[in-house]
Nanobody, 122 residues
């Protein structure tokens, strides 16, 4: 069992930066692939980024590649999403997720955080 707590969201102007954090409970964090997803009002949840269990591999949605960076610190049971050059289209609730395999599909993740709101003003 893994419990995830998202934090770090807020209101920022276009072009600004935010860093999201996701703290996990449990001693098996390092065995899970981690992902970040987001959901804007009236839209489906979409993949943002994912990272392999030991952090060697990262993948990004085309819409955020080059602006966002996912990382993890297994000693701290935490995964991060550094978001730079933010745009109004990045406004959404951001969720972290943990899964034994991990992919771009939300269905491949077993555990989810509660979400943190990111609002980017123009």
């Amino acid at each position: 069992q893994v419990q995830l707590v998202d934090s770090g969201g807020g209101l920022v102007q276009a072009g600004g930066s935010l860093r999201l954090s996701c703290a996990a409970s449990g001693r098996t964090f390092s065995s899970y692939a981690m992902g970040w997803f987001r959901q804007a009002p009236g839209k489906e949840r979409e993949f943002v980024a994912r990272i392999s269990s030991r952090g060697a591999l990262t993948y990004y949605a085309d819409t955020v590649a080059g602006r966002f960076t996912i990382s993890r610190d297994n000693a701290k049971n935490t995964v991060y999403l550094q978001m730079n050059s933010l745009k109004p289209d990045d406004t959404a609730v951001y969720y972290c997720a943990a899964g034994t395999t991990g992919s771009r599909l939300a269905s491949s993740y077993n555990y989810w955080g509660q979400g943190t709101q990111v609002t980017v003003s123009s």
